[in-house]
């Protein structure tokens, strides 16, 4: 039994299995997420597929470093063969002061000769190079004709808002009916942009396709249902796990039968 879940929430990974537990926990229950918010905790081997249509990452199991292993030194296990002489200081590290001196007279020397050759150059070798001109932004063509009329009338609705927004108390925009509006247009946008990810993703249409239960979790999901609903009609597209429950046990009443 292959069950697809639609969300637009963040879900905990404790979640999955409450969802096992409500739909009866059938042994061939595989579930697919198609969500909009990546879960709260890693979800491998809970799901079958966890698909993420929405912004963020997939949360990944963080493996604990292994402890590192100090091996004690044990006196025995040092090699008998290592004699005092190779102890001592090699041969090559005895500085030799008559060496050092005729190094230093020939530095010297190379030296004085480098610094008449510096000053026979000519001092236009430090004259600073011009710095390389910025070129100008190129300015984007203005609107013409219908579409300065549509940008005009766009700008001035745009400024109208903002001032109403600020001439409006603060009890007026904290009131109850206010939020509320607020609240139904913002999860109006979310559904609709959550359905048309949906929609232009092959591989979650894939697996919309092989279902034979579609879930919509949250209020965010249900314009997604309704619309797979109207394209794919021999599927059960259902709001929340009970009404999933009763879908899945007609299913295996008539596989029975």
């Known amino acids: 039994m292959k069950v697809v879940l639609l969300s637009t929430r963040r879900l905990p990974p ?33 799901v079958k597929s966890f698909t993420l ?3 963020g990452r997939m949360p990944v199991a963080v493996v604990p470093p292994a402890e590192p292993v100090e ?23 005895v500085v030799d002061e008559k060496a050092v001196e005729s190094t230093d007279t020939e530095a010297d ?12 150059e000519p001092e236009a070798i430090n004259e600073p190079k011009p710095a390389p001109v910025a070129p100008k932004p190129v300015a984007k063509p203005r609107p013409t004709g219908a579409k300065r009329v549509v ?24 009131s109850g009916p206010v939020k509320k509006l607020t609240q139904n247009r913002k999860a109006d946008n979310l559904a609709k942009t959550y359905w048309s990810r949906v929609n232009t993703r092959a591989d979650v249409m894939k697996t919309i396709a092989q279902a ?31 009404a ?10 008539a596989g029975q039968e």
């Open 212 to 242: 034979d239960v579609i879930i919509a979790l949250d209020g965010g999901s249900v314009w997604a249902g309704w619309q797979i609903g109207q394209v794919r009609t021999e599927t059960p597209v259902v709001l929340g796990l009970p």
């Open 14 to 46: 404790t979640y999955f299995d409450t969802v096992r537990a409500d739909l009866g926990s059938p042994e061939n229950l595989d579930l697919d997420v198609v969500a909009w918010v990546p879960p709260s905790g890693p979800v491998d081997g809970l």
């Open 151 to 174: 940008k005009a009338a766009q700008w001035r609705a745009r400024k109208l808002r903002r001032a109403g927004g600020k001439m409006l108390p603060s009890a007026i925009k904290k």
């Open 244 to 253: 999933a429950r009763r879908e899945l046990d007609r299913l295996v009443g």
């Open 53 to 55: 249509v929405g912004p």
């Open 71 to 93: 091996a004690a030194a044990d006196a025995d296990e040092i090699p008998v063969a290592v004699s005092e002489s190779a102890k001592a200081p090699a041969p090559e590290a």
């Open 109 to 120: 020397e190379v030296a004085e000769a480098t610094e008449g050759t510096v000053a026979a």
